[in-house]
């Protein structure tokens, strides 16, 4: 048998400290720092001037998200139930119609509802709200209750809420709206609301027993169910939350346009899906954090923006906003693989 103090310069020598594990988040901002550096260079090379360096660009790129940020909030929540929400554009513009149909002034003679006109601005933006806290509710129940795919069943809420949006304002917009309700949508505002709203959510998922629940159901439903937590529950109220928001977000869309249109928020629920899976969420469930969206909400953004500041046409970043997406897919293919082993 060796001496004692032969065996413990042995396991000295073998023992290594626990390396520590670089943040998710901070590799994912480094990703946002890379793209901002490369339109500073290609800003300077192509159009002579800075990219970063402009505020009112900067402005631009922020307003522009916020709306988006707003959605993906509640999307990153059902995406990390292994869920998928394909109804937020749809419910933005349900939300838009609803709410400026209930903010027009009294002195248009074609308000859609003569009687409601110059009403206190609570009704409209809770009407929005209400809007898309219905259709969550629906897309909760189909999900929870009758075993539809979310896939499925978001896809017939996106469509129906579309329509609705079309019939209810037979094509044309809602305009002549009042300048409290316009006041939401003014200026940075939509921005103050997306980072409360960021902010009140990371709480809860970090936080809270609904923070738990929620990741103990994405990583294993099955095992959430033995453990106590009633899901069909949950999910109702992470659908009702998702569908809310983007109600919220349609209401600051009318808000800030002054019009409520059926064709507002095309392709917004493809955004805010590519946010989420950018900044970090797992599609296959239980990881994510609202950090990591929001980084991902910016990444878009600085994307989008770069791209008309360096004149690329809107098709191409299309296709470079799709490609992005896939990559995003399979380095998280990649590290749940990974993860597995």
Same mark, same amino acid.
């Given at each position: 048998?060796?001496?004692?103090?032969?065996?413990?310069?042995?396991?000295?020598?073998?023992?290594?400290?626990?390396?520590?594990?670089?943040?998710?988040?901070?590799?994912?901002?480094?990703?946002?720092?890379?793209?901002?550096?490369?339109?500073?260079?290609?800003?300077?090379?192509?159009?002579?001037?800075?990219?970063?360096?402009?505020? +009112?660009?900067?402005?631009?790129?922020?307003?522009?998200?916020? #709306?988006?940020?707003?959605? %993906?909030?509640?999307?990153?929540? #059902?995406?990390?139930?292994?869920?998928?929400?394909?109804?937020?554009? !749809?419910?933005?513009?349900?939300?838009?119609?609803?709410? $400026?149909?209930?903010?027009?002034?009294?002195?248009?003679?074609?308000?859609?509802?003569?009687?409601?006109?110059?009403?206190?601005? &609570?009704? @409209? =933006?809770?009407?929005?709200?209400?809007?898309?806290? =219905?259709?969550?509710?629906?897309?909760? $129940?189909?999900?929870?209750?009758?075993?539809?795919?979310?896939?499925?069943?978001?896809?017939?809420?996106?469509?129906?809420?579309?329509?609705?949006?079309?019939?209810?304002?037979?094509?044309? @917009?809602? !305009?002549?709206?009042?300048?409290?309700?316009?006041?939401?949508?003014?200026?940075?505002?939509? #921005?103050?609301?997306?980072?409360?709203?960021?902010?009140?959510?990371?709480?809860?998922?970090?936080?809270?027993?609904?923070?738990?629940? /929620?990741?103990?159901?994405?990583?294993?439903?099955?095992?959430?169910?033995?453990?106590? &937590?009633? =899901?069909?529950?949950?999910? &109702?109220?992470?659908?009702?939350?998702?569908?809310?928001?983007?109600? &919220?977000?349609?209401?600051?869309? %009318?808000?800030? $346009?002054?019009?409520?249109?059926?064709?507002?928020?095309?392709?917004?629920?493809? +955004?805010?899906?590519?946010?989420?899976?950018?900044?970090? /969420? !797992?599609?296959?469930?239980?990881?994510?954090?609202?950090?990591? /969206?929001?980084?991902? #909400?910016?990444?878009?953004?600085?994307?989008?923006?770069?791209? /008309?500041?360096?004149?690329?046409?809107?098709?191409?970043?299309?296709?470079?906003?799709?490609?992005?997406?896939?990559?995003?897919?399979? %380095? +998280?293919?990649?590290?749940?693989?990974?993860?597995?082993?």
């Amino acid at each position: 048998m060796p001496p004692l103090n032969q065996t413990l310069g042995a396991q000295s020598m073998t023992f290594q400290p626990p390396r520590r594990k670089m943040p998710a988040e901070l590799g994912i901002f480094l990703v946002l720092v890379g793209i901002c550096l490369l339109f500073e260079g290609l800003g300077w090379w192509v159009n002579d001037q800075s990219f970063l360096f402009n505020i +009112d660009r900067l402005q631009i790129i922020i307003l522009q998200m916020a #709306v988006i940020g707003i959605i %993906a909030v509640g999307v990153n929540l #059902v995406i990390i139930t292994s869920g998928i929400d394909l109804s937020s554009g !749809s419910v933005v513009a349900a939300a838009a119609v609803v709410s $400026a149909s209930l903010a027009q002034v009294s002195d248009f003679p074609r308000a859609v509802f003569p009687q409601l006109t110059d009403l206190p601005v &609570i009704w @409209p =933006v809770l009407s929005g709200l209400l809007v898309g806290v =219905v259709i969550g509710l629906v897309n909760g $129940a189909l999900i929870a209750y009758t075993g539809i795919p979310p896939f499925i069943a978001t896809l017939g809420t996106m469509v129906a809420a579309r329509g609705f949006a079309k019939w209810f304002t037979n094509g044309m @917009p809602v !305009s002549m709206l009042t300048d409290d309700f316009a006041w939401f949508g003014a200026g940075m505002q939509p #921005v103050f609301f997306f980072l409360i709203i960021a902010a009140i959510v990371h709480v809860l998922l970090g936080h809270t027993r609904f923070g738990k629940f /929620t990741y103990a159901i994405g990583a294993n439903r099955q095992a959430a169910v033995v453990s106590g &937590i009633n =899901v069909h529950r949950h999910l &109702i109220w992470i659908y009702v939350i998702a569908g809310g928001l983007s109600g &919220i977000a349609g209401t600051l869309t %009318a808000a800030r $346009a002054i019009s409520g249109q059926s064709g507002m928020g095309v392709m917004y629920e493809l +955004d805010a899906i590519a946010a989420v899976v950018i900044g970090g /969420t !797992s599609l296959s469930g239980g990881l994510g954090r609202i950090t990591g /969206t929001i980084i991902g #909400v910016l990444i878009l953004g600085v994307m989008t923006s770069g791209f /008309t500041f360096i004149r690329i046409d809107a098709y191409y970043q299309e296709m470079v906003k799709g490609a992005i997406i896939v990559a995003a897919v399979v %380095a +998280d293919q990649y590290r749940q693989r990974k993860r597995g082993r």
